[in-house]
């Protein structure tokens, strides 16, 4: 074998192991965007549910506000007082200790 023909041959197995890590890379890269798609999907599918799931907290909210005001607004104001009441003994002690 002549040295050309050696430095054909070593070119030709480079070349060949150039073109099978290119094919490996191409399918890896495939593997990759699919996994993108998928991820891309299932992200939508929570966004949608996460909207789904504020609209319905939304919705309780309101339903519970709707309650309060039918029967228990009195039950509303006392624990609402009690409230106002426990806030200003937590803003007397911290007054009390500055």
Same mark, same amino acid.
Request: proline content about 0%.
């Given at each position: 074998?002549?040295? !050309? #023909?050696?430095?054909? %041959?070593?070119?030709?197995?480079?070349?060949? =192991? /150039?073109?099978?890590?290119? =094919?490996?890379?191409? !399918?890896?890269?495939?593997?990759?965007?699919? /996994?993108?798609? $998928?991820?891309?999907?299932?992200?939508?599918?929570?966004?949608?549910?996460? #909207? =789904?799931? =504020? !609209?319905?907290?939304?919705?309780?909210?309101? %339903?519970?506000?709707? #309650?309060?005001? +039918?029967? !228990?607004? #009195? +039950? %509303?104001?006392?624990?609402? $007082?009690?409230?106002?009441?426990?806030?200003?003994?937590?803003? %007397?002690?911290? $007054?009390?200790?500055?």
């Amino acid at each position: 074998m002549t040295a !050309n #023909e050696k430095t054909l %041959a070593t070119f030709e197995t480079r070349l060949r =192991q /150039m073109i099978l890590r290119f =094919q490996e890379l191409k !399918n890896e890269n495939q593997e990759l965007h699919a /996994m993108i798609q $998928s991820d891309e999907r299932k992200m939508a599918e929570l966004r949608e549910k996460l #909207e =789904q799931k =504020q !609209n319905d907290y939304d919705s309780l909210k309101m %339903a519970k506000m709707i #309650e309060i005001t +039918d029967g !228990n607004l #009195e +039950d %509303a104001k006392e624990r609402l $007082s009690k409230l106002i009441r426990d806030v200003n003994k937590c803003i %007397a002690v911290l $007054s009390d200790e500055k």
